[in-house]
């Protein structure tokens, strides 16, 4: 069963508004953590934003921020006033038991392609 | 910020011939690197973790000695694909992290590999 899961191949979004990417995680450790990275066409992996399953707040990186929602597993991504340069694939990770150190791989989803129109 | 350094950025070769691709911490040390594959339009791949001073973890399916990894030192770690073949065309992604479980990977900018 996929641990990780985004529902959205492709969203598209007019350049100045909001967008809600989509991510859902199963894991069955209390301690966990989760990550957003965007992949502009170039490939680099750029990371945008953490989670801690224990985090009493939502993350907020800038215009990046995280809506945890842990009863319900999910860990979307909020973009506000999109910008033409926001247009790349997102991919929602999580690590399990981050307390045991950063040695842990990251368990990825399958990604959401996002344009942002002019 | 923490950098990795991925060399080289692209590379073509022959069918048969073998390619190494390095992977440098540049400001801080990695015990732990992991290399990934990527298909266009799809997810990361974990291929393999790579320890340094010991033995990588391969993931179930890749072979391993086709894809070697050599993590030397805490800075350095290199995949080299053996007798490549056109199947082997990929993007290959290195990555590492620092501090805590709570650290973020610290990608390199890939390695466009081409076999012809």
């Known amino acids: 069963a996929q641990k990780i899961t985004q529902t959205q191949p492709g969203m598209f979004v007019q350049e100045k508004e909001a967008v809600t990417l989509d991510c859902t995680y199963d894991t069955s450790d209390p301690s966990y953590g989760l990550f957003w990275y965007k992949q502009p066409s170039s490939g680099e992996m750029i990371f945008l934003i953490y989670?801690?399953?224990?985090d009493q707040q939502n993350a907020t990186e800038g215009r990046y921020s995280l809506n945890f929602q842990k009863a319900r597993k999910s860990a979307n991504l909020v973009i506000s006033a999109s910008q033409l340069g926001d247009s790349a694939m997102y991919f929602c990770a999580m690590r399990e038991g981050p307390h045991a150190g950063n040695n842990r791989k990251l368990i990825w989803g399958l990604g959401t392609s996002l344009a942002v129109n002019p | 910020g923490a950098v990795v350094s991925q060399h080289p950025s692209w590379v073509i070769c022959k069918s048969g011939t073998s390619v190494k691709i390095e992977c440098r911490s540049l400001d801080f040390q990695a015990t732990t690197m992991f290399w990934y594959r990527q298909f266009p339009k799809q997810s990361l791949m974990l291929m393999a973790t790579s320890n340094e001073g010991s033995k990588a973890t391969y993931e179930q399916g890749v072979e391993k000695d086709k894809f070697l990894i050599n993590h030397a030192s805490l800075t350095l770690s290199t995949l080299t694909v053996t007798s490549a073949h056109p199947e082997d065309s990929s993007f290959y992604i290195c990555?590492?992290?620092f501090g805590t479980g709570s650290s973020p990977l610290h990608f390199g900018n890939g390695t466009r590999l081409t076999v012809t």
């Open positions: 989670q801690g399953s224990y």
């Open positions: 990555s590492a992290s």
